[in-house]
């Protein structure tokens, strides 16, 4: 495991329990310029990054907690980075609620990069809130804040120019979803990047009455449809176009 030790210089409060610390990274590296970490001490919790300047070995960090510097050691893992595949004409960032922490180093990153994005903020508040409130003021007019709905984002998707890449980022039934509807307009794999938030819930398609059920975790390899109560055999496929692995019947 990976750990960089950061000397921190100052610290915001950027609304509610949310915190912007510039750091001086003293031992270790980032090993991105934008990306995931996990702040070891108190407790373990999520912390984002990007890079300020290499040359001085300054970065900017957003975490949540409920006090000013709760940490001074990081860690890492290249399983949590936020890439972003180039190159790109425009790119569409997606997110919601739940992935503010993960959003924040991201949207300062690209717009320190002169990047062309868009950020739509998915959430069911419709007053102004001090994240809204937040992103309108990095972005301007490249933010908009929607109500979550099929209609209005097939019409957002439909709208974009060849050459879109898009960025999904927070819960996974959202991600999910956006994803399935982005590729039936006619996005591929390969023009979207995904990054899901909290607890993912997989499928399993049953070959006898072709429905869907939850799949158990941990999976022992046999199951049974929840629907027409058949002994499944889970196989390790996993079909994008249903979005579940296949359950075949147990002989």
Known sequence: MNVVKCEILQVYNIFESIYSAEVKVVEGDFPNEVGLSMSSNPLPSIVSYHVISHQERLFRLFYQSCKESPFINLTFNND?????????????????????????????????KFFD?????????NFADNKSLYFQD???ERFSKITFSQDKMKLILQSQEIGTRLFLLG???????????AISIGFTDEEMDIYGVGEKID???????YQFSMKPNPLHGETTCSHCQTSLDVSS??????NAYLGYIHV
Do not use: N
């Open 171 to 181: 819960k996974w039934s959202m991600v999910e979803e956006l994803k399935k509807m």
């Open 117 to 125: 994005c868009y950020v739509y903020f998915m959430t069911d508040m």
């Open 80 to 112: 949590k980075q936020l890439s972003i595949t180039k190159p790109f004409k425009r790119l569409l960032l997606c997110i919601d609620d739940s992935s503010i922490i993960e959003s924040l180093a991201l949207i300062r990153y690209l717009t320190t």
């Open 203 to 209: 499928y399993i398609f049953c070959a006898k009455c």
């Open 138 to 140: 990095i972005l301007g």
């Open 237 to 242: 496929h996993f079909s994008k176009r249903l």
